[in-house]
């Protein structure tokens, strides 16, 4: 070994990944509230993409990282009481291909759920159904594995349909109820139009649409001048 070379130990390379990766979720990036929405309701408008993720039920999460383990928070989400957590697993399809590391959303649910995007799905393998979170009719599976173990998921994995959070409120200003379907335009260079985006209506929700990846990228939703939803 050259001098003054030392061997960086693991614990040590963990704590150095663990801080970028803090420092690097902490910087201040340019969210879509800081884009004008056209039609502005009661409440700001902000698109948010969802990258793919994992909810699981408090059993599920034992079996993957041990008896007792607890999701603990990475990040905060804008949903109140929403977070990235910590914990990821590998998630493997039927032809044995995998996607490592797809990150647990928390709090824990009463279903586990595996959410993809259609190119997640064409590289897996996966024929994926379009559903809202929760609806597992007709749905196929796959394995995760975690530090601890394996959960043979026989259904649960989805492409979310795109959807809008609403409260009350603003589905009053925009005349429209839980169910309904609103459009949302993404106006710049690379803009474009989303028909078919599911109202989601709760008393405590804030005002929040949510597209995946791919639709994310298909407008390059970073170079948005402005945003607009539309019943
Ligand atoms: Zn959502």
């Known amino acids: 070994m050259p001098a003054g070379t030392t061997t960086l130990q693991r614990s040590h390379v963990e704590q150095l990944v663990r801080q970028i990766l803090k420092d690097h979720l902490n910087t201040p990036v340019r969210t879509t509230l800081d884009i004008p929405a056209i039609s502005t309701g009661p409440n700001p408008l902000l698109v948010n993409v969802s990258a793919r993720h994992i909810h699981v039920t408090q059993s599920d999460l034992e079996q993957l990282f041990g008896p007792g383990a607890?999701?603990?928070?990475l990040k905060d989400l804008y949903q109140d009481?929403?977070?990235?957590?910590?914990q990821t697993v590998n998630v493997i399809g039927p032809r044995n291909r995998m996607i490592p590391n797809v990150r647990i959303l928390g709090p824990t649910r009463d279903y586990t759920q595996v959410e993809l995007s259609y190119t997640d799905g064409?590289?897996?393998?996966?024929?994926l159904p379009l559903k809202t979170s929760g609806d597992h009719d007709n749905t196929p599976g796959c394995v995760l594995v975690g530090p601890h173990g394996a959960v043979n998921l026989s259904?649960?994995?989805?492409?979310?349909?795109?959807?809008?959070?609403?409260?009350p409120d603003?589905?009053?200003?925009?005349?429209?109820?839980?169910?309904?379907?609103?459009?949302?335009?993404?106006?710049?260079p690379c803009g474009a139009t989303f028909n078919n985006l599911l109202v989601r209506e709760h008393p405590k929700v804030k005002l929040e649409v949510h597209i995946d990846t791919d639709e994310g990228?298909?407008?390059h939703l970073?170079?948005?001048?402005?945003?607009?939803l539309m019943k």
């Open 70 to 73: 607890k999701l603990s928070t």
């Open 81 to 86: 009481g929403e977070f990235a957590s910590e």
């Open 122 to 127: 064409i590289y897996m393998g996966i024929d």
């Open 155 to 167: 259904k649960g994995v989805i492409r979310a349909e795109r959807h809008v959070h609403m409260s």
């Open 170 to 188: 603003d589905a009053a200003h925009y005349g429209v109820k839980s169910g309904d379907y609103m459009s949302l335009r993404i106006h710049g």
């Open 217 to 219: 990228n298909a407008c």
């Open 222 to 228: 970073a170079s948005a001048t402005k945003i607009e």
